[in-house]
């Protein structure tokens, strides 16, 4: 096992133990209402997640932290929920240059339009090929291999693609992120 693949688990971990201690909510005080149900926060408050978020942090992390977070059905009926967060420090004191490789990746058009295609459905170069502005099946292959060495796809054996469920919210995260 590689250093990314180990890096993919552990994340993957975190996502797993961070949602299962999500749902396990102290029960009201005597006497207490109970709290409204997620939809009724999200309608609630524009900043519930944001408050959760600094509620958590305030006595192990009182510089703060970033969370992002998603729960998505994809056109494939697929469906992921995950989080992750980071206090300030860490990310502060981290190597950014370590995430080069990663972002550069997200960086090419070509590259993006293929996500999004994978994401959609089209999980063989074949199908992917069909794509206006792709280029040809050569150059397909090339943005691949450069979304695979990054961890954003992986090969689902016999020529299908997938992006790896721990990266499918990191990855609309991202381009949420970046959008004007």
Known sequence: MDVAELAERV???????????????????????????????????????LEGLKSRLRDTAPDGG??????????????????????????????WALTAESLAALGHPVRLRLLRAVLAGRR???ELAELPETGTTGQIYHHLRQLAAAGWLTSAGRGQWQVPPVRVVPLLVAVTAARP
């Open 11 to 49: 994340a993957a971990l975190e996502a797993r133990l961070a949602a299962l201690e999500a749902r396990e909510a102290p029960a009201p005080a005597a006497g207490a209402t109970e709290a409204p149900e997620p939809t009724e926060r999200a309608h609630g408050g524009d900043f519930w997640a």
């Open 66 to 95: 970033v969370l992002f977070t998603g729960a998505v059905r994809l056109p494939t009926d697929e469906r992921y929920e995950w989080q992750y967060g980071q206090a300030l420090e860490a990310l502060l004191d981290a190597d």
């Open 124 to 126: 063989t170069a074949g």
